[in-house]
């Protein structure tokens, strides 16, 4: 009998957005964990290629997951002492440094709305840059008073949890064949292939967005150092990987890189608009590239989606786990669609269950054989 | 702990060593190709695929035999496999569904590589490539041999 190749039906791609939907929902419980397990995994798929050549190179799979590790341990600890004091030479006293790059931020944002006021009259009449002032500088002042202290606490609070990245990472590379292998064998023979196929599908689609989502980060941390240091900015490397990074967030992470950014230029260079302008320019300019050539070479090409799917599941996300969500819409639907489709083909394959249960069959005739 | 792996094959891996297609293969290759293996037990008449199905992986016998049989009423016995032998290759090879369904004759335990493992091991390492094509071609050589001659007309 040969098998009619099987299609999802709107049952299961219900399943599968629902089934997205409850998991953000509840990741965003766990917050603590999925954090760094994300890190760790971004860790896992970044390392593991090295680890596939050792292995291949004839090394234990312990022994080549140790030495890449400490190969990487080494390479963040250099990386650290080489830029740590450097930068905090440049932060100096922290508190002075935030208050003058929000102050540099500030008189910038008030300096254009000065320059709208001339142009609009209703504006003017309004008092926009006094009252827009007037209301950011009492929301600073009493954001640090208040919540500055809430806000150091929780980045304490999640040091640890994040410390569990590397640790995690570790063990990922170490056993993940090992777990792998572990959760095959508790698949009846019946459906063994086909739960061969979707491990294999999900891994590959794990494996190429975080992969994806490396090589974005790095393209568009290089077009952002780069745009800034032909505008002259200063740290631009520095600039461009930290906002590269702000930008795993969808949408928010854009608008706080660009804002970040804007802020040096406004405090590094006051009363030049137009290099915070060019800079604006420039973020507009890299969204742009992401969007319709970085996005679909990386990311896109792994998860194969509708792009309505994707905007939709975005919004989803934010609206049912918000920041978490906007973060986990995507690869959680990726993994969610490639399970939805192979639990509808076996659920609808009457062939594999009937297999499956001759399977049984047989085996409880040989272990009643002598019983009779 | 010594850098690079001891010297000793584990029983499993003396049986991957007895099977044709990796019979080129020195002890480090032969545990590469351990390390992805999963280990299968099929009861005697249990399937091991249907024709039609989309190949996931190669098997080996590590113990017992397998029927290659072509679906009909009555399903005709093409081949058998018994310990030592290879099947599953030809959808793996040529990306196409299951020509054959596969069940068990005797109760086995067989050796699986999933299609991702076995193309990744091709492509990563160029040794183990070669080898393993090259017991392959050999392997597909005596195929075509055995249904020529069960084609020529009899004197």
């Known amino acids: 009998m040969m098998p009619r190749r099987y299609r999802s039906g709107p049952l299961v791609w219900l399943s599968i957005i629902g089934g997205t939907s409850l998991l953000l929902f509840l990741l965003q419980k766990v917050l603590w964990l999925v954090v760094p397990a994300l890190l760790a995994l971004l860790i896992y798929y970044l390392l593991l290629p090295a680890v596939r050549r050792l292995i291949l190179a004839g090394m234990t799979i312990e022994n080549a997951v140790t030495l890449v590790s400490l190969l990487a341990f080494v390479v963040i600890g250099v990386g650290l002492l080489v830029f740590f004091p450097s930068l905090a030479a440049r932060v100096g006293n922290w508190e002075d440094w935030l208050g003058r790059y929000l102050d540099g931020g500030l008189t910038f944002m008030v300096d254009a709305l000065r320059q709208l006021e001339g142009q609009l009259s209703f504006l003017a009449h309004a008092h926009v840059a006094d009252n827009a002032r007037a209301a950011i500088t009492e929301f600073a002042s009493t954001f640090i008073t208040r919540h500055l202290g809430d806000a150091l606490m929780t980045v304490a609070a999640w040091t640890p949890s994040l410390l569990l990245a590397p640790f995690l990472a570790f063990f990922f590379l170490r056993d993940g064949p090992r777990f792998k292998k572990f959760l095959i064998r508790a698949v009846p023979n019946a459906y063994f292939e086909r739960t061969l196929k979707l491990l294999d599908e999900v891994d590959r689609t794990a494996r190429l967005y975080f992969q994806g989502l490396l090589k974005l980060t790095v393209l568009d941390a290089l077009c952002l150092a780069l745009g800034l240091w032909l505008l002259g900015i200063s740290a631009p490397l520095l600039l461009g990987v930290l906002t590269a990074v702000l930008a795993w967030v969808p949408y928010i992470g854009s608008v706080l890189g660009c804002a970040l950014v804007v802020l040096v230029v406004a405090t590094d260079f006051p009363g030049q608009t137009e290099l915070a302008y060019g800079a604006i320019s420039l973020f507009i300019l890299v969204r742009l590239l992401d969007d319709f050539i970085f996005m679909p070479l990386t990311i896109g090409r792994s998860l194969r989606m509708h792009p309505l799917l994707t905007v939709l599941m975005i919004f989803v996300g934010g609206a049912v786990a918000g920041v978490t969500g906007l973060m986990l819409a995507l690869p959680l639907l990726g993994v969610m669609m490639v399970l939805g489709e192979a639990v509808g083909q076996i659920v609808n394959d009457p062939r594999l269950r009937a297999r499956h249960r001759h399977a049984c069959r047989l085996l409880n005739q040989r272990i009643r054989a002598d019983l009779r | ?155």
């Open chain 2, 1 to 155: 702990m010594p850098l690079l792996r001891p010297r000793r094959l584990s029983d499993r891996q003396q049986q991957l060593a007895a099977i044709s297609l990796f019979s080129l293969l020195d002890s480090a290759q032969l545990r590469i190709v351990d390390h992805l293996l999963h280990e299968r037990h099929y009861t005697a008449g249990e399937v091991i695929f249907d024709a039609g199905e989309e190949g996931q992986g190669i098997y080996l016998v590590l113990q017992g035999e397998v029927g290659i049989f072509r679906p009909g009423e009555p399903p005709l016995r093409l081949n058998s496999v018994a310990t030592g032998g290879f099947f599953g290759e030809l959808s793996l090879l040529g990306d196409a569904p299951r020509v054959a369904q596969a069940r068990a004759i005797k109760d086995c335990r067989l050796g699986v590589i999933s299609r991702a493992d076995f193309t990744g091991l091709l492509d990563t390492h160029a040794h183990i490539a070669s080898r393993i094509s090259l017991q392959l071609a050999r392997h597909l050589g005596g195929l075509l041999r055995q249904s020529a001659m069960a084609a020529r007309p009899q004197p």
